[in-house]
């Protein structure tokens, strides 16, 4: 008996170790399958009151998630009901290749009105709605965003 208790408890742990170590194996595969295919996405587009009453700017916006799975929208300012006029909120809609949950955002503006956006929330099939907080004037000709994914982003083409 004093030989089996310490046994059994090691046969115990090595045994929810195991199954906890599947548990994450099968949700990550289960969750990479999902992310095949397109996706649609939700765009709320907050043009900050301090930006210029009309912008011509072009706009272009990339987002993703943490895995390096990323959306491309060469020109938001086109997207069908997206308005980039002072102090409103628009939404609009895109499609692009799934991704989890969001985490960075990157702006690409040019043009010479000086588009700003106070903020843009943006959510997809398997994304909770996820808000990026601008306020401030984006630079023309550079890339300008924010990323909050714990581990950094690959470009996509690395996973592609
Ligand atoms: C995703 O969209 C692209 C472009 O619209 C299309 O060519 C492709 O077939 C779509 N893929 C799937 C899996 O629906
Ligand atoms: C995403 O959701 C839209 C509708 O909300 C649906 O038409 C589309 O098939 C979904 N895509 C995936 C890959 O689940």
Avoid at 79 to 93: G, H, W, Y
């Amino acid at each position: 008996m004093k030989v089996l208790i310490p046994f059994l408890t090691l046969l115990f742990v090595v045994v929810v170790g195991f199954s906890r170590a599947e548990d994450t194996l099968i949700s990550s595969q289960t969750h990479q399958k999902d992310l095949i295919g397109n996706c649609s996405y939700l765009i709320n587009i907050y043009t900050s009151c301090y930006s210029p009453r009309r912008t011509r700017d072009h706009i272009s916006l990339a987002f993703g998630d943490k895995y390096g799975h990323q959306v491309y929208v060469p020109r938001m300012d086109e997207l069908p009901s997206a308005k980039l006029d002072r102090c409103i909120t628009k939404a609009a809609r895109c499609t692009g290749p799934c991704t989890s949950q969001i985490c960075y955002m990157y702006i690409y503006r040019n043009g010479d009105d000086g588009w700003k956006p106070h903020d843009i929330t943006v959510s997809g099939n398997f994304s909770k709605p996820f808000v990026f907080y601008f306020n401030t004037l984006i630079p023309n000709h550079a890339w300008f965003g924010f990323n909050f994914c714990k581990t950094s982003s690959l470009p996509s083409s690395a996973t592609a």
